[in-house]
Each structure stands twice: as structure tokens, then as C-alpha cells.
């Protein structure tokens, strides 16, 4: 801001100057006129000064774009994280798999006495912490994927964008105070300032929705070793 530079430069210079009068006075130098009276601040300066101080309120530097984005960024993170517990905890259970190959080829009596011996010997048993472990992965890996999608397609669309830096001037706040949060059941993106400033938009993102199939498709076909552009 160059008002601000410029009075600092000033004010900077008025303390040499006021120094250096007050060394004079004390030893019988006569500061020139307008030696020290130079560096009064003057009623354009202030204007300028105050005017930029009112510029930088008035500006939006973080904006709901912005907002969302960081969202985005933060949904992935918590979905990675998520991700990584789903990996331990199906790593726990997966004597399930050890269980049912077995049990898919016990056709004999030879067979099945062989599969009792592989269970009774086993480590096969699930406890419910692992269960939890794995259950919670996998709601909290849905949740943060669809907060990770609403964020990145809310970014994106430029009614919403503008609508959220609308109100954040109409409230007079910054977003970045504001908290953004979305709900998949009912399909609500929130942006919220305080508790009596805050806005809903609903139904925005429903040809966004992937449908059970879609994801369980995908997700084999990345398992498979294909590539999506």
C-alpha cells in the first residue's frame, strides 16, 4: 500500500529530524525553517492514507471460490487418510478370503474335515473392534468423497461463487470465517458466517450423483489396470 510507505518514510525522517534538532538546541545550532516542519503529515496525505486503509477493508482478497477450493483440498486429505485406515483394517480381515476359498472347495467329507481343522487352528475369528475399524473406514471414505466432489463442482460454478460473495458482502464478513459443509442425503451445500448468517443451496449437484453401480464399475476397472483421462 503506498500511502502507508510513503508516511512511514516520512514519520522515518522526522525522527532524524527531531533528533537532530534537539543535538543543535543543546549545543547552539539553529535548525534552518522548515528543517523539522517538513515532515508534518499533510491533510492529502491523511485523505490517501485512510482512503487506502478503507480500499483493503472494502477488498475481497479470499472468496468463495477460494473457499471451496481450500474444502476440496481438505476433503482429499481427510479421504486419503481414510483410505489408509480402509487398508489396515481390510488387511485384518482378510482371513475372510482365507476362509472362503476354503470353504468353496469343501465339497468332500475329506474336505469339509480339513476346512474344520483350517478353522478350529486358525486365526480366522473377526473381533468387533476389527469389524468397527473396517465399517467406519468405509463411512468415512463415502463421506469424504462426496465432500471432495460438492466442494470441487461448487468452485467451479459460478452462480454459486458469486451467490457466496454476495452475502458475505451484504453481512459485511470475510469468508474466510465462513465454514462450508455438505450434506450428500439431502444434496445441501451450507455456507455459514455466524448463526443468523448463512446460506443453503440445495439440489445443485444431482447429475453429479454416481449411482452404486457406476462407482462399483470404475472402481473394478481401476483395479483391472485401466486408465481414465
Do not use: C
Not at 485512510?50 to 477488498?59: C, I, R, S, Y
Amino acid at each position: 500500500m503506498a500511502a502507508s510507505q510513503e508516511l512511514s518514510s516520512k514519520i522515518t525522517s522526522a525522527r532524524y529530524a527531531v533528533a537532530g534538532a534537539a543535538h543543535y538546541a543543546a549545543t547552539g545550532g539553529i535548525a534552518e525553517p522548515g528543517a523539522v516542519v517538513q515532515y508534518q503529515i499533510t491533510q492529502d496525505q491523511l485523505d490517501a492514507y485512510n482512503g487506502a486503509l478503507q480500499e483493503v477493508k472494502d477488498a475481497v482478497y479470499y472468496n468463495t471460490r477460494m473457499l471451496f477450493e481450500d474444502k476440496h483440498e481438505e476433503a482429499m486429505t481427510n479421504l486419503s487418510a481414510a483410505v489408509d485406515v480402509f487398508t489396515v483394517a481390510a488387511q485384518e480381515i482378510a482371513k475372510v478370503d482365507a476362509v472362503a476359498e476354503v470353504a468353496s472347495t469343501a465339497d468332500t467329507v475329506e474336505e469339509q474335515v480339513a476346512m474344520q481343522d483350517f478353522i478350529a487352528t486358525g486365526d480366522v475369528e473377526l473381533t468387533q473392534q476389527e469389524v468397527v475399524a473396517y465399517n467406519d473406514s468405509l463411512a468415512d471414505i463415502e463421506t469424504h468423497s462426496q465432500e471432495a466432489a460438492a466442494f470441487l463442482s461448487a468452485a467451479n460454478n459460478q452462480f454459486i461463487t458469486d451467490t457466496g460473495d454476495k452475502h458475505a458482502q451484504d453481512f459485511n464478513a470475510s469468508t474466510i470465517n465462513a465454514t462450508a459443509s455438505f450434506t450428500a442425503t439431502n444434496d445441501t451445500l451450507r455456507l455459514v458466517w455466524a448463526v443468523d448468517q448463512q446460506i443453503s443451496f440445495h439440489g445443485f449437484f444431482s447429475n453429479d450423483f454416481k449411482s452404486s453401480a457406476d462407482v462399483m464399475g470404475v472402481g473394478q476397472s481401476i483395479y483391472e489396470g485401466n486408465t481414465f483421462q
